[in-house]
């Protein structure tokens, strides 16, 4: 997998006959490891332990909207008392795209790789050194103009309080999961719920989000880069409340 991730996810895509369906599957492989964490594939951490050159799956607060992201942590920076995450949200890259970019990338570093895979448990994995933040823009910038897939990720504002709300480290063992993996269907849910117990003007900004957010769904396209930048681009109105 780590030499070739092309072909290893190729031959993963001849298994689910459709780039759609083999998205469908692998997230609902990560959403089960997510409800039942295990120490050798994914685990729960505390936000703070948070570190460069890993994968996760968090759920961030959009000031008040909680949605799931997958993501490549790349640098953590403090400004202000306000401490900031920045990584590849992976959901915002075409799944094609992904599996191109991630098997040049990894092919370079595929021994090292493979030695991490051999850990038994997930938090005795060391960080993958060579994804910094320069290298991954610049790889992003050259290849497709598809640097805008980095998002700054607030960890704790100005007031002392978690944006993220909970953090999975996931395994290399599972790159296919978290890499392809899609929650949009799962944070359309999340949202409908929580618009049940809202009242006032966030029921009437959720329910707006809630139409538009399926709308985008409706016009999913796997290998569309113009899709998954409007989607980047639709992150802003997630927010209910004003930044405070």
Known sequence: MYKNFEKYMLGVLSFYNSWE??????????????????????????????????????????????????????????????????????????????????????????????????????????PLKFLTFDFVYKMLKNNGNMHYAITAYTIKDFNDKFKIKKCFTCSIKILPEIIMSDFKKFNAKSMKDMQKTLIGEPNVKLTDIIEQYDKIIEQYDADSIEYHKKLALFREKLKLYNDQ
């Open 21 to 126: 369906n083999m998205v469908i599957e692998l997230t609902n492989k990560l959403v089960n490891l997510r409800n039942r964490p295990n120490s050798t594939e994914i685990i729960q951490i505390q936000q703070n332990k948070i570190i460069p050159g890993k994968f996760y799956l968090i759920q961030y607060d959009f000031n008040g909207n909680l949605i799931w992201c997958p993501i490549l942590s790349l640098d953590y920076k403090i400004n202000k008392n306000k401490h900031i995450l920045y990584a590849v949200n992976l959901e915002y890259l075409p799944p094609k795209y992904k599996v191109i970019f991630f098997n040049k990338i990894f092919k370079y570093a595929a021994d090292n790789m493979i030695k991490i895979s051999e850990k038994q448990f997930v938090r005795d994995e060391p």
